[in-house]
């Protein structure tokens, strides 16, 4: 069966530092490529970060580069999203999703993925 588990989420200040982990299971995680996605109230779901497992290549959103970094540990199965100097804007709910194959033309969009993790919560509030 495959899964995709997301985890870290929780309350941070503004300013401050997360980790989200996005942990694969039923498919080999370097075969893939996993985007992170988020939604907030009253807005669309938007790709946030992504990368190619076999390759190595990385995307992100205009509102995140410099602030935040997707790595994979093919070890654990495992994809990270550090994010960085969190903004208020920054709160959403956090997916991963697996797609094999993605395109650097579509990479941010969710209909692209096949694969989906249950979401997790991140909160950037003082």
């Given amino acids: 069966e495959v899964q995709l588990v997301e985890s870290g989420g929780g309350l941070v200040q503004p300013g401050g ?3 989200l982990s996005c942990a694969a299971s039923g498919f080999p995680l370097d075969a893939y490529a996993i985007g ?3 939604q907030a109230p009253g807005k669309e779901r938007e790709g946030v970060s992504c990368v190619s497992s076999r390759d ?3 995307y992100y959103a205009d509102s995140v580069k410099g602030r935040f970094t997707i790595s994979t540990d093919n070890a654990k199965n ?3 999203l550090q ?3 969190l903004k208020p804007d920054d709160t959403a709910v956090y997916y991963c999703a697996a ?3 993605v395109h650097s033309s579509t990479w941010y969009r ?3 993925y096949d694969y989906w993790g249950q979401g ?3 909160t950037v509030s003082s």
């Fill in 17 to 19: 530092s997360q980790r």
């Fill in 36 to 38: 992170w996605f988020r």
């Fill in 56 to 58: 190595g290549s990385t």
């Fill in 78 to 80: 495992t994809v990270y």
């Fill in 83 to 85: 994010m960085n100097s």
């Fill in 99 to 101: 797609v094999l194959g």
């Fill in 110 to 112: 969710p209909l692209a």
């Fill in 120 to 122: 997790t919560q991140v």
